[in-house]
């Protein structure tokens, strides 16, 4: 077999066989295919697309390029979560304690990641002395007991999505449904989890801008993970502005301890009893999604999520007393207001925008060496529809240093203001089985 070949096919059109596919990943991955010539291939289907067999022949090439976790030896069906990304989306250390609380087993493999603030385990570590350094015997001992576990990134997950993804990057073919869809589909099914619940997010905040695109990409991910065998769903929620009233570290963990409690944010309690009642209702825990729902609801009431929590929290060495002692999570020296310049209803907030402006508090890693400050980050005091008086704080910066008159000019910018009323924004767009 030649890649040549392979290119010139996909390039006229053509749809490429199994073996095709598994010739040009396994070269690429060992280095026998050069860059330039997945370039090539990456643009031919960037512009010719592939079928959904060649798009979960596609996965399963990338899954077999590494090392796959087995997680057998936890009891119960293993529902793994993955949202395509937003700012401000702390959903997973609320959802995680929520549904072990039901009983569904979350065995959650996490990463770090650059951007506008930590990932998950970032998140987790502004719990004083919270570890995600535990080996997998521990992992699997610890989800069988409390049902639930953390652990950080390990093995050799595939290299082949690793090697693509950075050349995708560098070649303009990252906007590809296909290679998005078999990229993300490729990590979940190699992080073991027998079901798989997508939250896709779409508006001006996230990866894919577009509702039409968002749905898009959620039926081939959807698709490709019911072909390999994993009961799989997506849900489309809305980005158009930030998740919650908090973007950055300590604070968005004190913010889902809040909707564990039964306080928190409408839009994130809503986004996690829609995602969790899919996963409690996969890993077979209810008869129906309003079932699932109910249980979820009781949780939150009856206070085991949160005594799920803390069980969490002090088996990896954290510290539980976070949960009843927020103040005792790290915390800036400065709050400094950001006030309204104009009177009017909030009619937009560019998620992006107060992503970026968290990330030079401090909150985020601009490039992959760069240190995180856990406590900073941003509260937002106004969402879309809240009115607004001259001289009212819109958001609260929590800084650790008293000169950042340019991040209030960014999250001033993020904000948009009309004189007509303004209805809040649908949080969950779509349900894809
Ligand atoms: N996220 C991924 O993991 N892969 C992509 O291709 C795009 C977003």
């Given at each position: 077999?030649?890649?040549?070949?392979?290119?010139?096919?996909?390039?006229?059109?053509?749809?490429?066989?199994?073996?095709?596919?598994?010739?040009?990943?396994?070269?690429?991955?060992?280095?026998?295919?050069?860059?330039?010539?997945?370039?090539?291939?990456?643009?031919?289907?960037?512009?010719?697309?592939?079928?959904?067999?060649?798009?979960?022949?596609?996965?399963?090439?990338?899954?077999?390029?590494?090392?796959?976790?087995?997680?057998?030896a936890i009891?119960?069906?293993?529902?793994?979560?993955?949202?395509?990304?937003?700012?401000?989306?702390?959903?997973?250390?609320?959802?995680?304690?929520?549904?072990?609380?039901?009983?569904?087993?979350?065995?959650?493999?996490?990463?770090?990641?650059?951007?506008?603030?930590?990932?998950?385990?970032?998140?987790?570590?502004?719990?004083?002395?919270?570890?995600?350094?535990?080996?997998t015997e521990?992992f699997v001992n610890l989800v069988n007991?409390?049902?639930?576990?953390?652990?950080?990134?390990?093995?050799?997950?595939?290299?082949?999505?690793?090697?693509?993804?950075?050349?995708?990057?560098?070649?303009?073919?990252?906007?590809?449904?296909?290679?998005?869809?078999?990229?993300?589909?490729?990590?979940?099914?190699?992080?073991?989890?027998?079901?798989?619940?997508?939250?896709?997010?779409?508006?001006?905040?996230?990866?894919?801008?577009?509702?039409?695109?968002?749905?898009?990409?959620?039926?081939?991910?959807?698709?490709?993970?019911?072909?390999?065998?994993?009961?799989?769903?997506?849900?489309?929620?809305?980005?158009?502005?930030?998740?919650?009233?908090?973007?950055?570290?300590?604070?968005?963990?004190?913010?889902?301890?809040?909707?564990?409690?039964?306080?928190?944010?409408?839009?994130?309690?809503?986004?996690?009893?829609?995602?969790?009642?899919?996963?409690?209702?996969?890993?077979?825990?209810?008869?129906?999604?309003?079932?699932?729902?109910?249980?979820?609801?009781?949780?939150?009431?009856?206070?085991?999520?949160?005594?799920?929590?803390?069980?969490?929290?002090?088996?990896?060495?954290?510290?539980?007393?976070?949960?009843?002692?927020?103040?005792?999570?790290?915390?800036?020296?400065?709050?400094?207001?950001?006030?309204?310049?104009?009177?009017?209803?909030?009619?937009?907030?560019?998620?992006?925008?107060?992503?970026?402006?968290?990330?030079?508090?401090?909150?985020?890693?601009?490039?992959?060496?760069?240190?995180?400050?856990?406590?900073?980050?941003?509260?937002?005091?106004?969402?879309?529809?809240?009115?607004?008086?001259?001289?009212?704080?819109?958001?609260?910066?929590?800084?650790?240093?008293?000169?950042?008159?340019?991040?209030?000019?960014?999250?001033?910018?993020?904000?948009?203001?009309?004189?007509?009323?303004?209805?809040?924004?649908?949080?969950?767009?779509?349900?894809?089985?």
């Amino acid at each position: 077999m030649r890649m040549v070949d392979l290119i010139e096919k996909k390039r006229d059109g053509h749809e490429l066989t199994k073996e095709e596919i598994r010739f040009a990943i396994e070269g690429y991955t060992k280095g026998t295919i050069p860059d330039y010539q997945m370039s090539a291939l990456a643009m031919a289907i960037f512009f010719q697309d592939m079928t959904t067999v060649e798009r979960a022949e596609l996965t399963t090439a990338m899954v077999e390029s590494g090392d796959q976790i087995d997680l057998s030896a936890i009891e119960g069906i293993k529902v793994d979560k993955h949202s395509t990304g937003g700012v401000g989306d702390k959903t997973t250390i609320a959802l995680a304690p929520l549904v072990a609380a039901v009983g569904v087993p979350v065995a959650k493999m996490s990463g770090r990641g650059l951007g506008h603030t930590g990932g998950t385990i970032d998140k987790l570590e502004a719990i004083p002395g919270f570890s995600v350094e535990i080996d997998t015997e521990q992992f699997v001992n610890l989800v069988n007991k409390n049902k639930l576990a953390v652990v950080g990134q390990t093995g050799n997950l595939t290299p082949a999505d690793k090697k693509l993804y950075s050349l995708r990057d560098v070649t303009a073919t990252v906007n590809s449904i296909p290679l998005i869809a078999s990229s993300i589909m490729s990590k979940k099914l190699a992080s073991g989890a027998d079901a798989i619940v997508l939250d896709v997010k779409t508006g001006r905040g996230a990866f894919m801008k577009e509702l039409e695109q968002s749905k898009e990409l959620a039926e081939s991910m959807v698709a490709i993970g019911k072909s390999l065998g994993r009961d799989t769903m997506a849900i489309i929620s809305d980005m158009n502005q930030p998740l919650g009233f908090t973007v950055g570290n300590a604070l968005e963990v004190k913010e889902a301890i809040e909707m564990l409690r039964g306080e928190g944010p409408d839009d994130l309690r809503e986004l996690c009893l829609t995602l969790g009642s899919q996963m409690v209702y996969l890993a077979k825990q209810a008869n129906s999604i309003e079932e699932a729902r109910r249980k979820l609801e009781e949780v939150i009431s009856n206070g085991k999520a949160l005594e799920v929590l803390k069980v969490f929290i002090a088996s990896q060495n954290g510290d539980p007393s976070v949960v009843d002692h927020p103040e005792n999570l790290p915390k800036a020296k400065y709050e400094l207001e950001v006030k309204a310049e104009q009177t009017g209803v909030v009619s937009a907030i560019i998620a992006d925008k107060i992503g970026t402006a968290a990330m030079v508090l401090g909150a985020g890693r601009a490039t992959k060496d760069s240190e995180i400050d856990l406590a900073v980050g941003i509260v937002l005091n106004k969402k879309i529809g809240d009115s607004v008086q001259v001289g009212d704080s819109i958001a609260t910066l929590h800084a650790n240093d008293e000169h950042v008159e340019h991040v209030s000019k960014m999250v001033k910018d993020a904000y948009s203001f009309t004189d007509q009323h303004v209805a809040k924004p649908t949080l969950i767009y779509d349900v894809i089985h």
